[in-house]
Every structure is written in C-alpha cells, then in structure tokens.
C-alpha cells in the first residue's frame, strides 16, 4: 500500500511541474494587438487589397466624357501593436509590447517596451540592446530570434508577436 500513495504522489507532483511550467499565455492574456494604416507619400506600389478611388459616376442625362486618369496609388504602412504575456522561468508573469512599422511585409521600425512600462529585467534590457539590427529591414516572415541577449523566453515571445503581426498583415 505505501508503494502506491508513494506512485500517485509521483504522479501528482510530475503533473503540477509541467502545469506550472507550461510556457503559455495563462487563460484571458490573450495577445492584444492594434493595427494603423498610414499613408506614405513616396511610394507608387499598391498594397494588397487595396484600391485605388475611382470618381463618382455621372448622372445618365449628362453626355459622358473619357474617365480621367486616377490618382497615383501610394503603399500603405501599416503601424502594429502587438502585447504579449510570457512567464519568465522564476514563473513571474512578465509581458512585453511591441511596436512595429510593416510596409511591403518587410520591418521598417521596431520598438519594444516591458511589462506595461514598469521596468526591465536584465534579461530583457540585454534583449533590447540586441533585437533591432536582427529585425528592421526583413521580412516578417522571415523573423525568428533564438536566445538574443541571452533571453530565451523574451525572444520567444517576441516571435509570437511576428506571428500575430503576420496574421494581422495578411487580413
């Protein structure tokens, strides 16, 4: 008899580790994310989805003329902002909000803040002296930090984050 309490109680404790440790986002943390559609002026490429405004058709009774010509189409950037919670592996809730510039699916800027503004650990300030240069100037889908700075769970959350942008880009 102790033999089985002994293996139920291993069970039991192997079960609360891998609850405890499980790396994802506690039940009503989901992502938030915010997106903005801003107008850059000096481009001329169309982005998906979008088209170009075309004039109002005129009455029947007016004789009509040739179309004119549209307007120039510019690219739209679009401005994300991304908030994702993360458990760092003392198991404290941590959470970090980026904002990134996406125009053409290729990162144009990106910047970052840490738990709703209340300070960074050592982890993430190393983190945020290292993410940029591996981010500005790709493709989101071609995004995919691994331990940057030493910060293994900061630079996973920061890939979750690329992946709601993706999400978010492509509708």
């Known amino acids: 008899m102790p033999i089985v309490i002994g293996i139920v109680a ?29 107008v850059s002026p000096t481009t001329t490429a169309q982005p998906t989805g979008a088209t170009a405004q075309q004039p109002a ?33 003392a198991k404290i809730q941590e959470s970090i909000t980026v904002n990134l510039v996406v125009k053409d699916g290729v990162v144009t800027a990106v910047d970052s803040s840490y738990n709703e503004g209340q ?7 190393r983190f945020d002296d ?21 910060a293994s769970l900061t630079s996973q959350a920061f890939n979750a984050v690329v992946a709601e942008a993706i999400v978010k880009t492509q509708s």
């Open 57 to 89: 058709t005129p009455p029947a009774s007016t004789p009509t003329a040739p179309p004119p010509t549209p307007a120039p189409v510019v690219a739209a950037s679009q401005s994300l902002t991304v908030h994702m919670p993360y458990r760092s592996p």
């Open 119 to 125: 300070g960074q650990n050592p982890f993430q300030e």
């Open 10 to 38: 291993l069970v039991l404790i192997v079960v609360g580790v891998v609850y405890v440790n499980r790396a994802e986002p506690t039940p009503g943390t989901e992502p938030e994310v915010v997106v903005e559609e801003t």
């Open 130 to 150: 290292s993410y940029k240069t591996l981010v500005v100037g790709k493709k989101l889908s071609d995004i995919s930090l691994s331990r940057v700075g030493g």
